[in-house]
C-alpha cells in the first residue's frame, strides 16, 4: 500500500479553508482519529484514493450507491442527460417516470414531490403534517437522524413530559419546543407522549429500521403499534426511508414490515450519488401541497433531470439484483461475526437487507441507549485495521455499512482477511 501522502496534504490545506478541511462532520474521521483518505475514484464495489490505493467500499457514499461506483449503465444514463443541459426550472419527463417507479414499491406513495435531499424532504413532510392536523408538535426517536432541521436537531429532556432541548447552538428553543422527544423501540414511551399531550401530536417521525446509531431493526410489533398509537390520537405516522428505502426490502420497511405510513421521506438511493430527496403519501394529504393546495414548498433545482436519470437507472438495475445483493450482505455479516467469536471480541452484528453495522458490544442493540455501550476505542482501532488493509468502511461506530450489487466474492474474500487481520491488531494495542 503506498503511503497517504497525497491525502494528507490535501486535507491540509482544506482545513486551511474550510471548517475541518470537510464538506460534512463525518467525513473528518474525528470518531476514528487520523487523517481522512481523499477519494480520487470508485468502481463498482472500489474506491481508488489520491495515492492510488484501492479499498473495499461499505460506505457507498452513505448508501446511495445501490448499484456500487461509476456503474456503466447508470454513468451513460447520466451523460446522455447532461448532453441535453443540467437543469431548466421546467417540467421534464423523467420526473413522473422516477416517481412511478417509486410507486411500483411502495403502492402507499399515491403522490410524490421530488426535491434535492433528504433532510428538504423531511422538512416539507413536517410542514404538511402540521398544516394537515392543525396541530404543532412532532414525536421523534433518540437515535433516529432525519437531517439537519432545527426542529429535528435534538436531545430528549428529563423525561417524557420534558419537550426536548436543542443539542447544537444556533438552534433556539422555539424551534424544539414542539418537538418530544422518546426512546425507539419503546412502545410505552410512545403511548405517554400521547397520553400527555392530547389532540397536540401532528406526527410521530421515525426511521422504521434505525440506521443512524448503527443499524437497529424495529422489534415485534413495534412499528404496528405506533401505527395504532397514531390512528387513535389522528396524528400522521411518517416514515423517514431516506436510508431504508430500496435498502432494506425493495420496497422499503414499510413492505417489508407492511406497516402504512401516512407519509413516507426519500433520498440517497433514489438519486443513484446525485442530490435528490422526495415526500409523499395519502393523495388527500398532498393535495394540500402547492399549486393544488395552501402548503408552501418549492425548488429552484428539484426534479433536476440529472439526478432522475442517475435514479431511474440505479432503481432499475439495483432492483433486479437485489436479493442477491441481500443474500450476500446475509453471507458477509455471518462471516464476520464468526471472525469475532474466534477471537472472543463481544459483537453484536445487526442489519436488515442491504444494511448493516458491527456494534462492539456483548448485547443486542435496541436502543441509543445501549448502542452507547458499544467500544468505541476499539471500534476505531478496527477501522484503521481495516483501512491499512484496504477495506473502507464509515469512521464512526453510529453508522451504516452498505452493501452494493457490485459487491462480489473478491470484495468480500478481501473483507474478511482484513477484519481478520485488524481484530487482531486491535486486540493487540
Ligand atoms: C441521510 C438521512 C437524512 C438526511 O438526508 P440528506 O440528503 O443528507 O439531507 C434524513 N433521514 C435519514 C433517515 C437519513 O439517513
Known amino acids: 500500500m503506498n503511503p497517504r501522502t497525497q491525502s494528507d496534504q490535501l486535507f491540509n490545506e482544506a482545513k486551511a479553508c474550510m471548517p475541518g478541511g470537510v464538506s460534512s462532520p463525518v467525513r473528518a474521521y474525528k470518531a476514528v482519529g487520523g487523517a481522512p483518505v481523499f477519494i480520487d475514484k470508485g468502481q463498482g464495489a472500489w474506491l481508488c484514493d489520491v495515492d492510488q490505493n484501492w479499498y473495499v467500499d461499505y460506505v457507498l457514499s452513505y448508501g446511495p450507491l445501490l448499484v456500487g461506483h461509476a456503474h456503466q449503465e447508470v454513468q451513460a444514463k447520466i451523460i446522455e442527460a447532461i448532453e441535453k443541459g443540467t437543469s431548466f426550472g421546467a417540467c421534464t419527463e423523467g420526473e413522473a417516470q422516477l416517481v412511478r417507479k417509486i410507486q411500483t414499491v411502495m403502492p402507499k406513495m399515491e403522490q410524490l414531490r421530488l426535491v434535492n435531499s433528504g433532510t428538504e424532504a423531511v422538512m416539507s413532510a413536517l410542514r404538511l403534517a402540521r398544516a394537515y392536523t392543525t396541530r404543532d408538535k412532532i414525536i421523534k426517536c433518540t437515535g433516529n437522524y432525519h437531517g439537519h432541521a432545527d426542529s429535528l436537531l435534538v436531545e430528549a429532556g428529563s423525561g417524557v413530559a420534558t419537550l426536548a432541548l436543542p443539542n ?7 424551534s424544539t419546543e414542539n418537538t418530544v422527544v422518546i426512546p425507539f423501540n419503546n412502545l410505552m414511551a410512545a403511548e405517554k407522549a400521547f397520553d400527555h399531550f392530547p389532540n397536540e401530536i401532528a406526527a410521530m417521525i421515525i426511521e422504521p429500521v434505525a440506521g443512524n446509531m448503527g443499524v437497529v431493526p424495529p422489534q415485534e410489533g413495534y412499528l404496528e403499534g405506533v401505527r395504532k398509537l397514531t390512528q387513535e390520537h389522528g396524528s400522521l405516522l411518517i416514515f423517514d426511508e431516506v436510508m431504508t428505502g430500496f435498502r432494506v426490502h425493495p420496497g422499503g420497511a414499510q413492505t417489508l414490515y407492511q406497516v402504512s405510513p401516512d407519509l413516507t421521506t426519500l433520498g440517497k438511493v433514489i438519486g443513484g450519488g446525485l442530490p435528490i430527496g422526495a415526500y409523499g403519501g395519502r393523495a388527500e394529504i398532498m393535495a394540500l401541497i402547492a399549486p393544488d393546495g395552501p402548503v408552501y414548498q418549492a425548488g429552484t433545482l428539484s426534479g433536476n433531470p440529472v439526478s432522475v436519470a442517475a435514479g431511474l437507472a440505479t432503481l432499475d438495475i439495483g432492483l433486479k439484483a437485489w436479493d442477491q445483493a441481500a443474500s450476500q450482505t446475509r453471507a458477509l455479516m455471518q462471516g464476520l461475526s464468526d471472525i469475532a467469536t474466534k477471537y472472543s471480541v463481544p459483537m453484536q452484528v445487526q442489519g436488515v437487507g442491504t444494511m448493516f453495522s458491527c456494534f462492539f458490544t456483548d448485547m443486542p442493540v435496541t436502543n441509543l441507549k445501549n448502542a ?5 476505542h476499539f471500534f476505531a482501532d478496527v477501522f484503521q485495521g481495516l483501512l ?6 464509515p469512521p464512526s461506530q453510529y453508522e451504516a455499512w452498505f452493501v452494493s450489487t457490485a459487491h462480489d466474492s473478491k470484495s ?17 494495542v
Open 372 to 376: 452507547s455501550r458499544s467500544n468505541t
Open 412 to 428: 468480500f474474500n478481501q473483507t474478511m482477511e482484513a477484519f481478520d487481520s485488524a481484530l487482531q491488531n486491535a486486540l493487540s
Open 388 to 393: 491499512a488493509h484496504q477495506v473502507h468502511i
Open 168 to 174: 447544537s447552538p444556533g438552534v433556539p428553543i422555539g
